[in-house]
């Protein structure tokens, strides 16, 4: 199983610039994809930034332009830089690791970090 730990949420005002980081145990050549997700209260869980083994990236359109997901395999972490916050960014985030497992892909989730914009 995959361990992920992550690093770098808090507390910024509006316009501010977080930078988040998942660093995980496993072999990046068993990794399917990675990325972040996010729940605020009240609302769903949701898909943040996802890059895949090959490099592709998804964003979700609300963080378009101003997130930017990258990848380290050597250092074998994520990171997610977060800029110009809005208080609607507020959530926890949630790293993922999709893990290929013989013919499955299972799903690793991180503890969480709290990230808090306030306007």
């Known amino acids: 199983q995959v361990q992920l730990v992550e690093s770098g949420g808090g507390l910024v005002q509006a316009g501010g610039s977080l930078r988040l980081s998942c660093a995980h145990s496993?072999?990046?050549?068993?990794?399917?994809?990675m990325g972040w997700y996010r729940q605020a209260p009240g609302k769903q869980h949701e898909l943040v930034a996802r890059?895949?083994?090959?490099?592709?990236?998804t964003y979700a359109d609300s963080v378009k332009g101003r997130f930017t997901l990258s990848r380290d395999d050597a250092k074998k972490t994520v990171y997610l830089q977060m800029n110009r916050l809005k208080s609607e960014d507020t959530a926890v985030y949630y790293c993922?690791?999709?893990?290929?497992?013989?013919?499955?892909?299972?799903?690793?989730w991180g503890q969480g970090t709290q990230v808090t914009v306030s306007s």
């Open positions: 496993g072999s990046p050549l068993s990794l399917n994809a």
């Open positions: 890059i895949t083994f090959g490099g592709a990236i």
């Open positions: 993922n690791a999709e893990v290929v497992v013989g013919t499955e892909i299972i799903n690793s």
